[in-house]
């Protein structure tokens, strides 16, 4: 496949609303609503009822037993109302789908195949086991299809310039190496809090807020009493939570105070001692771009790339880095800066390489990320009382 074409088709396809179009219509098809199934939300008059918010889940978490129900509930929510809004606009518009296309659509589900070949009796024995009329199918299908040609729009709206190439050149051939030390805070050893301490942190408010909320984004999976129905009431492990949470919080300021004078050591030459005492080591990392998005042993952390290629080789990043529960003291160990010595300018056509889509692709989300936020203002939206449990 050609890289133009793969950039079209990632930007098609990664934005939110070209995943959610899809999660829906398998939520949707993958039972008939009865009429005793209560509505969960309505969007602009438009219903989805609670069985097919709790496929959409389903589909959402996958197959990740460990994904929190009452924590990532709403971000599904948000999704299918997002997609509805769009859909909704993608027919204000007057975005038209041919017949043909969502036959051909209907052609290239995976279920309705054999070998990579469409099978009509696939098709009907889904539409029989569904419980769904063909119309109904192929207008969902139909929105989806509306979704993406919206989807296109945006990002066929937004160019990169040549000068957006020429820096991206720069950034993507220019490298660097660093040395780090993690100090991960599940490894520090601390005294066991003694129960007028635990008492004294539970005394505080947003302590004591802190193990409500701990309680309720984890008791579906687990809190759950012996028979798997009733949930292990909270008072009774209040206190439990709370000596939980206290610790990690004295394990992680205790990290903080090693990395601090690890940090300290380290730039007076002074750390070996240090570093043997806490069981701790210097890694080195693989040479990366500037552009890099991520970093070893840190994660995803673009513009801390950024600012790692701006040191002198030697120095050390001034802060302590926080990736959640670890901290990371950073030193550069050599860098080599691009020149435009081979750099050749490129139009749009099949031979530009894909890192050069990137910030076009990034512009175009944000772009329709702000007309779907403008758009679920205007929006008629109704979420039943108990949907979000």
Known sequence: ??????????????????????????ASSSRSPKSS???????NGEVITLSELNQA?????????????????????EALIQQKVFVHKAQSLGIGVSDESVRKEIKEIPAFQKDGVFQEENYFEYLK?????????????????????????FAETVKTSEFAKAKEYLLNNSKFQYEFVQIESSKIKIPVPSQKELDEWLSKEENAKLVQEHYDRNKEFKYKNKNGKDF??????????????????????????????????????????????????VEKSEEVSAQSSYLK??????????????LKVGDFYPN?????????????????AASFENYEPKGDG????????????????????????????????????????
């Open 1 to 26: 496949m050609k890289r133009k074409n793969i950039f079209q088709k990632v930007t098609t396809y990664g934005l939110i609303f070209a995943i959610c179009v899809v999660m829906v219509f398998w």
């Open 37 to 43: 199934d209560p509505v969960a939300l309505q969007v």
């Open 57 to 77: 889940f389903a589909n959402y978490a996958g197959q990740r037993p460990d994904v929190n129900r009452a924590q990532h509930l709403p971000e599904v929510i």
């Open 129 to 153: 086991n569904t419980r769904q009329s063909a119309g109904k199918l192929e207008n969902r299908i139909r929105d989806g299809l509306r979704t993406k040609i919206l989807s296109q729009l």
């Open 232 to 281: 292990i009431k909270f008072e009774s492990i209040r206190l439990e939570i709370a000596q939980q949470l206290h610790k990690e919080q004295l394990r992680k300021s205790s990290a903080k105070d090693v990395a601090t004078s690890v940090l300290d050591q380290w730039q007076k030459g002074k750390h070996h001692g240090l570093l043997k005492l806490h069981q701790l080591k």
């Open 297 to 310: 042993g840190i994660g995803y952390r673009p513009e801390l790339a950024m600012e790692l290629f701006k």
């Open 320 to 336: 302590i880095v926080d990736s959640q529960k670890d901290f990371f003291i950073i030193k550069l160990s050599s860098k080599k």
């Open 350 to 389: 099949d031979d530009v390489d894909f890192s050069y889509f990137r910030n076009a692709y990034l512009k175009a989300r944000l772009l329709e990320n702000d007309v779907s936020g403008w758009l679920r203002k205007k929006a008629n939206i109704f979420i039943a009382k108990d949907t979000v449990r």
